[in-house]
């Protein structure tokens, strides 16, 4: 059975920091690309950045452009865990936060440039709370 585990969410302030986890179980993780998505309120879940299962041999990672520069997704397959750094978090950050596993990059790497969910990816984690607030 697959497992996508996120960790690391909570309240912070404008500006400040946060570095979300996830933990994968089921899969074997050289075999899947891993995206972050997330899902404000009233708002439709959306994809923030994406990492293939080369990591960045293949040119990538890939980020929306309103995160480019302040997120960073990494993986450590050893570990079985995906992560995404959040640097100068913004109130419009304000989210849940989602891991997802696919097999195909091009999928997740999609996902980064629409307003809505074309294809959902293989496997979803349950999402983590993100609130930026002063």
């Known amino acids: 059975q697959v497992h996508l585990v996120e960790s690391g969410g909570g309240s912070v302030q404008p500006g400040g920091s946060l570095r979300l986890s996830c933990a994968v179980s089921?899969?074997?993780?050289?075999?899947?690309?891993f995206g972050w998505f997330r899902q404000a309120p009233g708002k439709e879940r959306e994809g923030i950045a994406c990492?293939?299962?080369?990591?960045?041999?293949?040119?990538?990672?890939f980020y929306r452009e309103s995160v480019e520069g302040r997120f960073t997704i990494s993986r450590d397959n050893a570990k079985n865990m995906i992560h995404l750094q959040m640097n100068n978090l913004k109130p419009e950050d304000t989210a849940v936060y989602y891991c997802a596993a696919d097999k195909l990059l091009a999928r997740l790497f999609r996902e980064l440039h629409t307003d809505r969910i074309i294809r959902e990816p293989e496997y979803w984690g349950q999402g983590t709370q993100v609130t930026v607030s002063s």
């Open positions: 089921g899969i074997d993780l050289n075999e899947y690309s």
């Open positions: 990492i293939s299962s080369k990591g960045e041999r293949d040119g990538g990672p």
